[in-house]
C-alpha cells in the first residue's frame, strides 16, 4: 500500500516558538492532503484539509494563523504550529489522498508527530 | 465536529472471544472506513464498506452497515492479544471524519 510519512516523529519546543511538521506521500502524488489533532485518549479531529497550489480549508474553531499549512507541490504538505503553547501539545497526523485509479480514493495515514510544548 | 459515536467506549474481553464495536454516523456518507490504532502510533486502515454494501468480510473481520439506521458495526472474531488497540470508525462524504472510537483490551 501507499506511504506517507511525518517527520518529525516528536518534538519539544519551548512555549512561544514554531514548529514545522513534514507530511510526505512517498509513492503517489497527493493533490489533498489532510491534517488531524489528536490528544490523549480522544479521537481524531480534522484541523484542515489541504489542497496543492491553493489555500487550505480550515474547520470551524481551528486557528489559521496559529496552524500554518502550505501544500506547495504533491507529495509534500507541512504544518507550522506558531507560537506555540503548553495546550499545543498534541499528537499531529496528517493523510493523503491517492487520486489515481477509478475509487474510492483512500486516504493513507502517516504515523503521526507528537508535540510537547513546554 | 466529530460524525460518528461509537459504543462501547472501552471493551475488555478474554483471548478468543468476540468483540464487536458499533458506530453510528450523522449525514450520508459515499462509504465507512474502520481503522485501528495502537496507543501513541498512527492509523491501521482495516476495512472499507461502500455505501451500497450491507456486508464485509476480511479475515477475522466483519463489518455491517445499515445505511437507513446510519450505523455500522465492526466485529472480530476469535481476538488475540495482539488486538488490544483502539478501533476508530471514519465516515466519509467529502472528507474523512472520525468517530470517538472503542478502546479494545484483548487478556491472555
Known amino acids: 500500500g501507499a506511504v506517507v510519512s511525518q517527520h518529525p516523529s516528536r518534538v519539544i519546543c519551548k512555549s512561544g516558538t514554531s514548529v514545522k511538521i513534514e507530511c510526505r506521500s512517498l509513492?503517489?502524488?497527493?493533490?489533498?492532503m489532510f491534517w488531524y489533532r489528536q490528544f490523549p485518549k480522544q479521537s481524531l479531529m480534522l484541523m484542515a484539509t489541504s489542497n496543492e497550489g491553493s489555500k487550505a480549508t480550515y474547520e470551524q474553531g481551528v486557528e489559521k494563523d496559529k496552524f500554518l499549512i502550505n501544500h506547495a507541490s504533491l507529495t509534500l504538505s507541512t504544518l507550522t504550529v506558531t507560537s506555540a503553547h503548553p495546550e499545543d501539545s498534541s499528537f499531529y497526523i496528517c493523510s493523503a489522498r491517492d487520486h489515481t485509479g477509478p475509487g474510492p480514493y483512500e486516504q493513507y495515514f502517516g504515523p503521526g508527530t507528537r508535540l510537547t510544548v513546554t | 465536529s466529530q460524525q460518528g459515536e461509537e459504543d462501547p467506549q472501552a471493551l475488555s474481553i478474554q483471548e478468543g472471544e468476540n468483540a464487536t464495536m458499533n458506530c453510528s454516523y450523522k449525514t450520508s456518507i459515499n462509504n465507512l472506513q474502520w481503522y485501528r490504532q495502537n496507543s501513541g502510533r498512527g492509523l491501521v486502515h482495516l476495512i472499507l464498506i461502500r455505501s451500497n454494501e450491507r456486508e464485509k468480510h476480511s479475515g477475522r473481520l466483519r463489518v455491517t452497515l445499515d445505511t437507513s439506521k446510519k450505523s455500522s458495526s465492526l466485529l472480530i472474531t476469535a481476538s488475540r492479544a495482539a488486538d488490544t488497540a483502539s478501533y476508530f470508525c471514519a465516515s466519509k462524504g467529502g472528507k474523512l471524519i472520525f468517530g470517538q472510537g472503542t478502546e479494545l483490551s484483548v487478556k491472555p
Open positions: 509513492d503517489f502524488q497527493a493533490t489533498t
